[in-house]
């Protein structure tokens, strides 16, 4: 009788368990590498030359054990790599798997490498076509070091894309107990756990014990209201960075760029845009001749650049490396260089 009861009682449990566990959010892991992946077998003081991308997926889902208090976690491996090498083939598989899962899950997490964890954000908080929330996650430390930061910021990041507080705030990334919002997100120093800012427009929220916190929104139209739809689409259009400086003295660059195919130059101009004069001339001739679009930005980490009215266009506040990517993008769609000067007046 006794062990009747016990049998029933443990039946009882394993169902109200599996019964709660349905009720947690469906949060999909996308895992392409970085620190948060990383391992050395140098020592836990260890915080460079490791190996970035080295775990896997269920790795990291496996060391933090939290997470399936808070969500219905499943794990894939989209690509393993340091994200200095990102590049648009991975960017298009993620859009179209993240476009896809989306009607399914309640949220998505993507850990990232650091170091171009904002260009990502940005072209995924313009292509990706729900309100349900995609975080972008990593860490600064790789996963074998004391204080790995990983760990608290996958939590975070699943704690986040499971909330429904989170629905309609676009592509969000989640670092150091702080949520910003993928437009105005950047990396502001090479080590610190600090280094995510968002220079012109602020964080947007913070985390807190597994709870979200919103203080402000991004102000520029992401996700279901933006034009951008890359379904279908097997290449993105080529788009370079050239960098002015003093001194500097030639086409070279540019010239290159373009004889390699580039459709677009975006330019680290000095202070509000400025680009040295021996460089200018030929960006100009380029812009009137309609042989490529150029945009200005700034090489200064913030502030807008405003048009200069010579045919080139102004990139607002967007870092170069964010310009570049709203211009393969406009690229998508037109060459016209009066719709993609609206088009980054917009976003
Ligand atoms: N190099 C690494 C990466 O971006 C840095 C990091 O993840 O923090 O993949």
Redesign the pocket.
Known sequence: MKKISLLVLAMLFCFSAAVYAQQLPKVAILAT????A?STDAGGTVTTGYK??ALTVDTLINAVPELTKIAQITGEQICNI???NMTDEVWLKLANRINTLLQTVDGIVITH????MEETAFFLNLVVKSNKPVVLV???RPATAISADGPKNLYNAVALAGSPLAKGKGVMVAMDDTIYGARDVTKTNTMLTSTFKAPNSGAIGTIIDGTPHFYAAQSRPHTTRSEFNVAGLKSLPKVDILYTYSNDGSKVAAEAFIKAGAKGLVVAGSGAGSIHENQLGYLRELAKNKQAIVVRSSRTGSGYVPNANDGTLNADNLNPQKARVLLMLALTKTNDPKVIQSIFDKY
């Open positions: 590498g970085g620190t948060i990383g970035a991308g340091d994200s200095s490498g650091t170091d171009t990593g860490a600064m």
